[in-house]
Each structure stands twice: as structure tokens, then as C-alpha cells.
């Protein structure tokens, strides 16, 4: 099988609150999408990248490389419906048991070695994985008063992870995993495509990725991953 990268891209960034959407903002001396471009581009195992923009994108064709990655105009009102739309397309390049590795444009601290471990460890799966980080903090879960914030419980970290992306699953099973998830009762427990493929009766493998491999979702964030981009 072979291995495509697929960048949802079509997000508006709204608690970033700047200018444009995030992924077009400059850090690290590049627009926030093209290290994660670059990323895959700089790995041998990807076959082809795909980028999902929105219909109105006019900015996309400045960041994306001309060789390697076609952009899909296929964005939707959610991440799951941008990526739904751009695996519709991909179906006349990808296989069914070929490799579709997601990945957020808003994490630009995604590299080779990343890549490569995922695949190494998730290529061998029946089913398919994720980059995840172990939780580290002691995690408490608030009582249902939300107007006075108080300890319902602490939940024991041994087994908690915090989801990552670039997730890596089969074409087919992502694209049925998907659909599914969309009619789902829960649908709004599915916040990333593992948990569609969980709810879809699989387990999908934990790798352990790494913290440079943030979401940049807050200006906040901003920071914190232009220091990671600086770092060798
Ligand atoms: N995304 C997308 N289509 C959408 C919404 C999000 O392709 N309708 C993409 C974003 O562009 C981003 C990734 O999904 O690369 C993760 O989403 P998130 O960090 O939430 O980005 P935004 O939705 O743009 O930000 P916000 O939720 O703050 O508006
Ligand atoms: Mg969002």
C-alpha cells in the first residue's frame, strides 16, 4: 500500500483570532500551513499530499508547492465535513487499502521523523493510529455546576492520552468510519477521526508523538511553536 497525506485547511481560526485564518499566518518565516506541507513533502514514504481549502481560498495557491500536492476546494462547515468532501475526491487517485494520514494545518511542528515513526509502528496495524501524547498534569473533572467551578473527581492520568494528529487509517475504513460518525447519535463525542473509527467498533494504536507537535489554536500558542520551529 501506499502512504497520501491529506491537511484539512478549510478552518476560518476563529479563537485565534487574527487578521485571516491561522493557517496563513506567517511563523517561523513561513504562512503556518507550508511546515506542514513541507513536512510531508520532505518524507519519501508519502506518495502525494492533498490540501483542503475552502471554495473562496485566495491564498492557497501562493503556499502550496506546484509538485506533490493538489489543493481540493472542498471545504465544509466542520473539519469531519472538509475531510469527507476531499476523500470524495481522492477516490480516483487512492486505493481503498492505501494510507491516508490526517493532518491539522494548524500544527506546524510536524516532521519527518514524526511521520515516519507513525508509519513505521502504524503500518504494520490492521487497523490504523494516531500520534499521542501521555498526560502528565493531574486531571480533575468539574461538577455540573459550571457557574462555581468545583472538583467532581480526579481521573487517574496512567491511561490517558492526548490525541495528536497526523492520524493514520486505511482509505476505505476512514471513509465508512466517517460517514458513519455523521449519522451517529453521539456525533458530537467525534471530535477527531480516531474517535470515528472507535465509534466504529475499532481501536485504533497510540504512538507516542511529541510536544512540538501542538495545535496552535490560541494566540497563545503562537509563542510556544514559534520556539519549537527555532529549536533544531
Ligand atoms: N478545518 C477544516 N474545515 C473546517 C474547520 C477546520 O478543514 N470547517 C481544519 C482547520 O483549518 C485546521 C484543522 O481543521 O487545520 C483543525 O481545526 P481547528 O484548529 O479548530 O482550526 P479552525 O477551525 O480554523 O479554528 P477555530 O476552531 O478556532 O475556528
Ligand atoms: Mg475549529
Redesign the pocket.
Known amino acids: 500500500p501506499r502512504y497520501f497525506a491529506l491537511i484539512?485547511?478549510?478552518?476560518?481560526?476563529?479563537?485565534?483570532v487574527a487578521d485571516g485564518?491561522?493557517?496563513y499566518m506567517s511563523l517561523g518565516g513561513k504562512p503556518m500551513l507550508r511546515h506542514a506541507l513541507d513536512a510531508f513533502l520532505a518524507s519519501e514514504k508519502i506518495s502525494h499530499v492533498f490540501v483542503?481549502v475552502s471554495a473562496g481560498d485566495r491564498q492557497i495557491d501562493a503556499v502550496a508547492p506546484s509538485h506533490g500536492v493538489t489543493v481540493l476546494r472542498c471545504?465544509?462547515?466542520?473539519?469531519m465535513?472538509?475531510i469527507r468532501n476531499a476523500l470524495v475526491v481522492m477516490a480516483s487517485a487512492v486505493l481503498d487499502t492505501d494510507w491516508v494520514l490526517v493532518h491539522?494545518?494548524?500544527r506546524p511542528g510536524l516532521d519527518r521523523m514524526l511521520i515516519e515513526k507513525l508509519i513505521a509502528e502504524v503500518g504494520v496495524h490492521p487497523v490504523g493510529g494516531l500520534l499521542a501524547l501521555p498526560v502528565v498534569d493531574t486531571v480533575k473533572r468539574a461538577g455540573a455546576d459550571s457557574a462555581v467551578f468545583a472538583v467532581a473527581t480526579t481521573i487517574s492520568r496512567d491511561a490517558l492520552w492526548l490525541a495528536q494528529t497526523p492520524q493514520m487509517f486505511r482509505y476505505r475504513l476512514l471513509r465508512d468510519a466517517l460517514d458513519a460518525a455523521t449519522t451517529a447519535v453521539d456525533s458530537g463525542a467525534i471530535t477527531d477521526d480516531a474517535s470515528a473509527v472507535e465509534a466504529f467498533g475499532h481501536a485504533p494504536m497510540l504512538v507516542e508523538g511529541h510536544p512540538r507537535n501542538l495545535?496552535v489554536?490560541l494566540p497563545r500558542d503562537i509563542r510556544i511553536a514559534e520556539m519549537y520551529l527555532a529549536a533544531p
Open positions: 484539512p485547511a478549510a478552518g476560518v481560526g476563529a479563537r485565534m485564518p491561522k493557517q483542503a471545504g465544509g462547515a466542520t473539519r465535513e472538509s491539522d494545518a494548524a495545535k489554536t
